[in-house]
């Protein structure tokens, strides 16, 4: 039972990965996923929170997300868009007959690399606290005659805190995070809080997780709004529903499909996404 309760842990937390967890992985295990992102709408929140249209923008992301434990208590993380594709569809404006030219860039995205450490690792409720550097290899040069980005420019520092409980012998699990998002350049400190619940029958992982993001409003603003990915002051409520199958112990597929209630200066969309991960 012991061994199960193990690799169990073990399984559960290359899952967590996709939204942190308070598990962590065990010296030189870890879990690895190659993924596609895509998003695309033609509406928009807008700072007050109100939908409305703009030209069709889309957002995709290729990428790469590696979790590794350099110790039994502490993991590095890296998430690593290395393709990312943004464009605006070609408009026609009324009656008028003017069109706005479409347009559109391919650029590396903006880096997350992070440390996690895991304590009460052997208790009911595990926790672990991580430290995140945003780094900000994306492209983000906003003006008036382009809007399209691939990051927000900024470095930023985020500091989080997961706990995390298994019902174990009962295929289920739940977890609780809170962080705190401190940003350069001009950008408003935010404020995320979240969850999901986990059920694994059998080779499958059916996973629902929520999160809200808030600003502080504590920055500078800007005039130029962005493409509604990376603005300054970006807020929203949102669940995704995620689906995994593991085809053996190591080897898996994932799909998930994220959907904001609310938000400001973000794209009113969902967020589609699948990939493919390996337990090392």
Do not use: C
């Amino acid at each position: 039972m012991k061994k199960s309760f193990i690799y169990l842990l073990i399984i559960l937390s290359g899952y967590q990965v996709l939204a942190g967890g308070g598990w962590v992985f065990e010296k030189n295990s870890g879990y690895f996923k190659v993924a596609q992102n895509m998003i695309r709408s033609q509406l928009f929140f807008d700072k007050g929170g109100a939908i409305v249209d703009i030209p069709t923008i889309s957002l995709y992301t290729s990428s790469l997300y590696l979790e590794y434990g350099l110790t039994d208590k502490l993991d590095v993380i890296a998430y690593v868009p290395f393709f990312v594709r943004s464009t605006m569809n070609r408009q026609q404006i009324g009656q008028s007959g003017d069109v706005n030219p479409g347009d559109a860039i391919n650029s590396f995205g903006d880096t997350d690399i992070a440390l996690k450490y895991g304590f009460f690792q052997d208790r009911k409720i595990v926790m672990s606290a991580q430290l995140l550097f945003g780094l900000p290899f994306g492209f983000s040069e906003v003006t008036a005659e382009r809007i399209l980005q691939t990051g927000d420019g900024e470095f930023n520092q985020m500091i989080r805190i997961d706990a995390s409980h298994s019902f174990y012998p009962a295929p289920f699990y739940t977890s609780v995070y809170g962080a705190f998002n401190n940003r350069t350049r001009g950008f408003s400190e935010e404020v995320r809080v979240g969850g999901e619940v986990g059920w694994t029958p059998g080779n499958w992982i059916l996973i629902l997780k929520i999160e809200d993001r808030m600003s502080l409003y504590n920055g500078v603003a800007n005039d130029l709004e962005a493409s509604g990915t990376f603005a300054n002051n970006t807020e929203y409520f949102s669940y995704t529903p995620e689906v995994s199958y593991l085809f053996n112990d190591n080897f898996g597929l994932t799909a998930n499909a994220g959907l904001a209630l609310s938000g400001k200066r973000i794209l009113a969309a969902p967020n589609f996404g699948f990939g493919l991960f390996w337990n090392l």
